[in-house]
């Protein structure tokens, strides 16, 4: 062979080599974000914003409203929207329901259910703040239980959040 050839044949030859060292390195020493380029997005969190019904259970500890309260709302945004709280309190449970399809509200304190239809607009104005002031600590919700602490220092645990559950509309009606 010639020394032009020789020449051609050594050079292929560093950048064959060069590249195999390279590509080695490279295999062997991933970035630190996991293997990708691109840092991988943080999930941005989705809390309950976007459901249609909701189901959970506040726990108060201390203060004048210490218990467990359950809330199921159905239709959430809109004129429609469905509210049932339960307040189980030992041998009794108290009951309350706020039907904005219907425009009909009941109650249900041991005794019976009570018909509040007339009082419609006073009711939701009572439950729907409330279920409400609960929903917006959850904005930022993910996962498990959310815990802080309310105004008057009481502890409040929101618990089996269940977003977008199947609620019957029969979870918001009477039938007597």
């Known amino acids: 062979m010639d020394?032009?050839?020789i020449a051609i044949v050594t050079i292929a030859i560093v950048v064959v080599a060069v590249i195999a060292v390279g590509a080695y390195w490279v295999l062997s020493n991933p970035p630190e974000n996991g293997g990708s380029e691109t840092p991988t997005p943080t999930p941005t969190p989705t809390g309950v914003a976007d459901a249609t019904s909701l189901q959970y259970s506040v726990e108060i500890t201390g203060g004048a409203s210490a218990g467990t309260y359950n809330y199921y709302a159905k239709n959430i945004g809109t004129s429609d929207m469905m509210i049932r709280i339960e307040i189980p309190l030992g041998e009794m449970d108290f009951t309350y329901i706020v039907n904005g399809a219907e425009q009909k509200a009941w109650s249900n304190e041991g005794?019976?259910?009570?018909?509040l239809s007339a009082?419609?607009?006073d009711q939701w104005a009572l439950w729907e703040p409330t279920w409400q002031a609960y929903t917006d600590k959850l904005a930022s919700w993910t996962s498990g239980d959310w815990t802080y602490t309310d105004t008057d220092g009481s502890a409040v645990t929101i618990?089996?959040?269940t977003v977008n559950p199947t609620l019957d509309d029969s979870l918001f009606q009477v039938t007597e």
């Open 3 to 5: 020394q032009k050839t």
């Open 111 to 115: 005794s019976g259910w009570v018909d």
């Open 119 to 121: 009082t419609f607009s």
């Open 159 to 161: 618990t089996d959040i």
